[in-house]
């Protein structure tokens, strides 16, 4: 239970943490997260369901500095929403956490969360799970050369411009086999050959 002198200045420190300037920021997120951490992650993953788009990527921002722990909570919260806005901020919070931590494998519980946005027909869902793969090592690059194939063609150009950035033979040889295969769309056909070309 937080006393009145502590919401008080729990509200300055949420006020700070809101500032454009980047120091007044992170010495206010520093704070919140030692001495209120609770009440600032309910905090922030509410907020992942604003409209305000600068609260929407502190709020992101922030929770991606919390590590692992913090994807025990966006699991549910991706998994129970129906909102496009929540599950994008969820699965950019995922990329937060996998980028800040250098992490290349995530539990079970977390690679649903990721089939599940494979699923998903927003564009920015498949755009942001994308991004994920492509930090996961070995893990991502066996998914993306599957999603490479899909008939969704955002989500296969998506999939190839990010294996043609974790090259290794195995993507070589994938990028030829799909030059030779009829069944592949020329514009996937087309973003491989200018790769090379390059």
Not at 36 to 60: C, Q, T
Not at 65 to 90: A, H, M, Q, W
Not at 165 to 181: G, S
Request: charged share 30%.
């Amino acid at each position: 239970m937080i006393n009145s002198l502590d919401i008080n200045k729990y509200t300055e420190l949420y006020q700070d943490f809101l500032h454009p300037n980047p120091n007044i920021n992170y010495h206010a997120f520093l704070i919140l997260r030692k001495e209120f951490e609770v009440k600032f992650i309910s905090n922030l993953l509410a907020n992942l369901n604003v409209e305000d788009i600068y609260i929407r990527r502190k709020s992101i921002l922030a929770l991606g500095r919390f590590g692992e722990k913090i994807l025990k909570l966006i699991v549910p919260l991706y998994i129970d929403t129906n909102n496009t806005t929540v599950k994008v901020s969820c699965l950019k919070t995922i990329l937060k956490v996998v980028v800040n931590f250098k992490l290349e494998e995530l539990t079970k519980d977390e690679m649903l969360v990721v089939d599940l946005a494979l699923k998903d027909g927003a564009a920015e869902i498949i755009l942001t799970v994308i991004s994920i793969l492509r930090q996961l090592g070995t893990t991502g690059r066996n998914i993306l050369m599957k999603t490479c194939r899909d008939k969704d063609l955002l989500k296969a150009k998506a999939s190839i411009s990010a294996l043609l950035e974790m090259r290794d033979h195995a993507v070589d040889d994938l990028l030829d086999e799909l030059l030779n295969d009829e069944a592949i769309d020329p514009m996937i056909k087309e973003d491989i050959l200018r790769d090379k070309i390059i």
